[in-house]
């Protein structure tokens, strides 16, 4: 499956398909394009949105055991090929095998697990006058469009639920990481019937034409705020649905009663896991003044003797490169900023220019201004800025400071302050002595700007859903 003559092609219509004109993919960790794909023209996304409308007329009528046997071949494929699909996700995206491991086998288990999820008809009344039913309906063809931190996963977080609710997909990658999903897309087509799962690859101007086209009834979007904007004001105009999950500024708030050697490991991979390119990465690290130096002199201690930073490829590596060149110049940009006001660096602070992929060293800043840009804003990279606090409204409301409501952290032995300080955070999910946790059961969104509607759950399976209530008047 992964010869590596092999071309990488887009699958429309249960076929795979190349264009004339190709985009390069590169590998983060050496800068060296390991793949041209296929970037798409008009023609070709209007040939796959016209293939997923004419499936959905006969995969919307599925049973749901129909269904879940379709998306456990897909769990059972992804298994069968996890070796591959990881190698691949390293050289695309830069992540080091257990991150890669991760992301693999997680969307095995969340492919299994959305298999299982149906959802029954309401019976609302039920009578010798009436019944009345509400009933969930797929809405159409979905445009899945996936970002390059986690490419494998949140295409499946995306796919299963649709899938599964009898919608038909048309998956668009990042440009900067295609290469895994087109595999999947090509993995998939002799398991799904052709038409339900598309795939196609290119620059920006594909996600634009699928939140514009009119045959498109759901956009289920992850990336940024800003581009999310974009997205929902471009589906406004055919009214189409959507799921946003969006950026984040997520706060961990440490509480003075905490071992700091024992809470820095996790508060570490709360901040830096993914190379800290995760939408739910710690971003604000409040740790109360009274074991304030004890913690971030842990941190550091940590990242001096536990924390390699390299080629995801190379065994020892912990951390991985940045993505692409574009979140680089992002990332350094952050780095002057802190530089040229004067903020402190508790560890790294210097990136090497000369470096032979877009690394950066992983760097705390030392107490830095509220108001400055690497608190307030999302740098999406392995720079993280430590604060004092001392009062516990104070620090609730410095938290729930900002446009962003997707996670939060609370760290703490005193039950009764952990639980209070996490009910009073604004964020979709807020974790107490953990971080990460996710389930395909569990609910997960953001508030405010951080995203609109939900993944997971029985409710993100709603998301592929119109509600249609039936009634019936038994005594006409």
Request: net charge negative; with cysteine; charged share 20%.
């Amino acid at each position: 499956m992964f010869d590596a003559h092999n071309h990488y092609q887009m699958v429309i219509n249960g076929e795979l398909v190349a264009t004339e004109k190709t985009l390069p993919v590169f590998n983060p960790a050496t800068k060296e394009t390991i793949a041209q794909v296929p970037d798409c023209p008009k023609e070709c996304l209007d040939t796959a949105v016209y293939s997923a409308k004419t499936a959905f007329k006969s995969w919307s009528k599925t049973s749901f055991d129909q269904r879940k046997a379709v998306v456990s071949k897909l769990a059972d494929a992804l298994e069968e090929n996890a070796e591959d699909f990881m190698a691949l996700l390293t050289r695309e995206q830069g992540k080091p095998r257990s991150g890669a491991e991760w992301e693999v086998f997680g969307s095995v288990a969340w492919l299994r697990a959305i298999a299982e999820q149906t959802l029954e008809d309401e019976v609302i009344d039920e009578n010798n006058e009436r019944s009345v039913v509400t009933r969930y309906t797929p809405l159409g063809v979905v445009g899945a469009i996936v970002p390059w931190n986690f490419p494998i996963l949140l295409s499946v977080w995306k796919i299963a639920p649709a899938l599964m609710a009898g919608c038909t997909v048309v998956v668009k990658p990042s440009p900067y990481t295609p290469l895994c999903n087109l595999k999947f897309a090509e993995m998939a087509k002799d398991i799904v019937p052709a038409g339900v799962l598309n795939c196609v690859s290119g620059g920006n101007e594909q996600g634009q034409w699928l939140t514009a086209h009119k045959d498109v009834a759901k956009i289920a979007f992850t990336g940024s705020t800003a581009t999310g904007r974009k997205v929902m004001s471009a589906c406004s105009d055919t009214v189409k649905r959507v799921t946003l999950e969006l950026g984040g500024n997520d706060p961990a708030i440490v509480l003075p009663d905490v071992n700091p050697k024992e809470v820095a490991p996790k508060l570490f991979w709360a901040a830096f896991q993914n190379n800290a390119q995760f939408c739910n990465a710690t971003k604000r690290l409040y740790i109360h003044d009274a074991v304030y130096d004890q913690v971030r002199d842990a941190l550091v201690d940590y990242i001096n003797n536990e924390v390699i930073v390299g080629d995801g490829a190379n065994a020892d590596t912990t951390l991985g490169p940045i993505q692409n060149s574009m979140q680089f110049e992002k990332v350094q940009m952050y780095f002057q900023d802190c530089i040229d006001q004067g903020q402190k660096f508790a560890v790294g602070g210097d990136i090497d220019d000369n470096a032979k992929g877009w690394f950066v060293p992983v760097t705390l800043v030392d107490n830095p201004a509220e108001d400055s840009r690497i608190v307030t804003e999302e740098p999406f990279g392995p720079i993280l800025p430590l604060l004092r606090w001392s009062n516990e409204e104070d620090v609730v409301a410095r938290a729930n400071d900002t446009i962003y409501g997707l996670g939060a952290s609370i760290w703490g032995n005193d039950e009764d302050a952990t639980q209070r300080i996490a009910e009073q955070i604004e964020a979709g999910t807020v974790w107490i002595n953990e971080v990460h946790q996710y389930s395909p059961a569990q609910a997960f969104g953001g508030h405010k700007q951080s995203g609109l509607g939900c993944e997971n759950s029985l409710h993100g399976l709603m998301e592929y859903t119109n509600w249609q209530t039936i009634t019936r008047n038994k005594q006409a």
